[in-house]
C-alpha cells in the first residue's frame, strides 16, 4: 500500500498543504507512543532545524543519544508491521502505526502517531527526506555561510556567541583537522586578535576557512584560474578536459556543474566556481574513481551458477553471538537489503511449528514461516538475481511437510522447482526472480 499527506479532506490539516508544510510540521514536534517489547511510552518526537536528526523528550539516555540521523534511516515501514507491533496488535490502530528501520544494524523504532494524518505528515516527510535526489539538491543549495555558522553554532556549546580554546578543540577533533593540539592552540592563538582567549564568529570563520583548506586541491584551482580566486565555465572544461580525461564536455555541462557544486549564490549567479564548490565537485561521485558504467552488473551472467562468488551469510538470524544472544526475523530483511543472496535457516522441531535457532544454546527460537514471509518480502528488493535459501535441517518428517508447504504456500511462483538438466547448473540470468532451496538430504 502507498500512502501520502491526503490534501482533500476539506479541512486543513495544521497548514499542510506540500511538503516544505511538512517539514515544518515535523520541527515543530508532535507527542507519539513509542513501543518497545511489550512496553509503550509517550515521547515527543521532532526534526531538528537541520533536517539532519529526529530527537524525542523526555528520555532517560543522554540527549545525544536520544536522537536518530535521517541519513542512516533505511526504511520507513508503513502500518504494524515489525515484531514490537505484533505484540501489540490490538492496542493501535493501524492507520497511525509506522515504523524506523535505521542504523547498520536495521533497529526498530516503533511509533503510534496522534491522528492517521500526523502519521502521514511523518512518512511523507521522512520518505522525502531519503530520497537521494531530493537529499542532494538540498545539499547544494545550502548556502556556504550558513554551513560554516552551523558549526560555529556547535562550537559554542554555550550559546554564549564565542567559542573559547577548549570549544574550538573539541569541534577541531570533530573535523578531524590533522593537526596537533599543540598546533591547534597555537592558530586559535593566532587568530584571537584581542587576547581575550575566545573568537569571535567573523574570527572563527577565517580559522575554519585556514584550517579547512586543502592546499593540493588550492593548488589545482590556481592552475586553472586566471583569477586565483574561481573557475569559469571554461576553466572547468579545460580541467575536465587536461587533467580528467573527459570527452566531449560543453560549455553548458560546466555551467550546470557549477549551479549543482557551487555553495555561494553570488558564485553561482556569476557562473563561478569557488574552491569550496570546486572541492565538494572532486568530493562527489562524478568524480568517483569507480567507472560510472560499472554501478550496475555488466559481467556475463549466463554462465552456471557455480562460476560466480555468491555474497551468503551464516547464522543469518542472529543479532548478535551464537551462543545466548537473540534470534530475529528482521536479521534476514537486513542482509536481503544489504544484497546478500544466500541465507541460512537453521530449522528444528517446535510444539507445533518448525523453528529457527542455534541448535544446543540458550539462543531465542523464531518461526520457520515467519521468516519465508520476510523472505518472500524483501528478497529481491536489492537484486533481481536469485536468492538460496541454505536449510541446515534437524527437522523430523512432519514437520519438513509442514516445511515444505509453508515454501510453496507463500513463495507461490518465486520458488524454483526443478533443473532441466540436472548436470549443468543454470545461470543467474535465467533464474531472476527465483528462490532456490538448497539442503542436505
Known amino acids: 500500500r502507498v500512502r501520502s499527506v491526503c490534501y482533500s479532506l476539506g479541512v486543513k490539516l495544521s497548514g499542510v498543504y506540500a511538503v516544505d508544510d511538512c517539514f515544518r510540521a515535523m520541527k515543530l514536534g508532535a507527542e507519539m507512543v513509542k513501543l518497545r517489547g511489550k512496553r509503550h511510552f509517550r515521547r515527543t518526537f521532532a526534526l531538528n532545524d537541520t533536517a539532519e536528526y529526529i530527537r524525542w523528550v523526555p528520555t532517560r539516555k543522554k540527549t545525544e543519544k536520544a536522537k536518530i540521523a535521517v541519513r542512516t534511516i533505511k526504511e520507513v515501514r508503513i502500518g504494524q508491521c515489525t515484531e514490537s507491533f505484533a505484540k501489540h496488535r490490538d492496542s493501535f490502530d493501524e492507520s497511525r502505526s509506522f515504523s524506523l528501520i535505521h542504523g547498520a544494524d536495521f533497529v526498530c523504532l516503533d511509533l ?4 492517521a494524518e500526523a502519521a502521514n505528515i511523518w512518512i511523507t516527510g521522512l520518505k522525502c527526506l531519503m530520497d537521494k535526489n531530493f537529499r542532494e539538491k538540498s545539499a547544494t543549495g545550502r548556502s556556504h555561510d550558513h554551513w560554516v555558522k552551523k558549526h560555529f553554532q556547535e562550537a559554542d556549546r554555550d550559546r554564549s556567541g564565542v567559542v573559547d580554546e577548549s570549544e574550538f ?3 577541531a577533533n570533530k573535523l578531524n583537522f590533522g593537526l596537533s593540539p599543540t598546533k591547534l592552540k597555537a592558530k586559535f ?3 584571537d586578535v584581542e587576547s581575550s582567549g575566545k573568537l569571535s564568529y567573523d574570527e572563527f570563520i577565517q580559522l575554519y576557512q585556514e584550517l579547512s583548506l586543502r592546499p593540493e586541491i588550492y593548488h589545482i584551482l590556481m592552475k586553472y584560474s586566471k583569477s586565483w580566486e574561481f573557475l569559469t565555465a571554461e576553466e572547468v572544461r579545460k580541467f575536465l578536459v587536461v587533467d580528467q580525461g573527459a ?7 560546466c ?3 557549477i549551479e549543482t557544486y557551487e555553495p555561494a549564490h553570488e558564485r553561482k549567479e556569476s557562473g563561478e566556481m569557488s574552491v569550496d564548490g570546486f572541492t565538494q565537485f572532486l568530493l562527489s561521485k562524478e568524480c568517483g574513481i569507480l567507472n560510472p558504467n560499472h554501478r550496475k552488473v555488466f559481467q556475463d551472467m549466463n554462465g552456471p551458477l557455480s562460476h560466480y562468488f555468491i555474497a551468503s551469510s551464516h547464522n543469518t538470524y542472529l543479532t ?4 545466548k544472544s537473540d534470534s530475529s526475523v528482521e536479521m534476514y530483511v537486513r542482509a536481503l537489503r544489504m544484497g546478500c543472496r544466500c541465507v541460512e535457516l537453521d530449522c528444528w522441531d517446535g510444539e507445533d511449528e518448525p523453528e529457527i535457532y542455534h541448535g544446543y544454546t540458550l539462543t531465542s527460537r523464531i518461526l520457520f514461516k515467519d521468516v519465508i514471509s520476510v523472505v518472500e518480502t524483501n528478497a529481491f528488493t536489492a537484486s533481481d538475481y536469485p536468492v538460496i535459501l541454505s536449510l541446515e535441517n534437524h527437522c523430523s518428517v512432519p514437520m519438513q511437510q509442514k516445511m515444505a508447504q509453508y515454501l510453496k504456500d507463500i513463495l507461490g511462483d518465486k520458488l524454483y522447482y526443478a533443473m532441466p538438466d540436472p ?3 543454470p545461470s ?3 533464474l531472476k526472480g527465483k528462490i532456490l532451496i538448497k539442503a542436505s538430504e
Open 423 to 425: 548436470t549443468v547448473l
Open 247 to 253: 570527452c566531449n564536455v560543453s560549455l553548458e555541462d
Open 169 to 171: 578543540l573539541f569541534l
Open 112 to 115: 503510534v502517531a496522534g491522528s
Open 320 to 323: 548478535d553471538d551464537q551462543l
Open 428 to 430: 543467474p540470468a535465467s
Open 255 to 257: 555551467q550546470k556543474l
Open 189 to 191: 592563538k593566532e587568530h
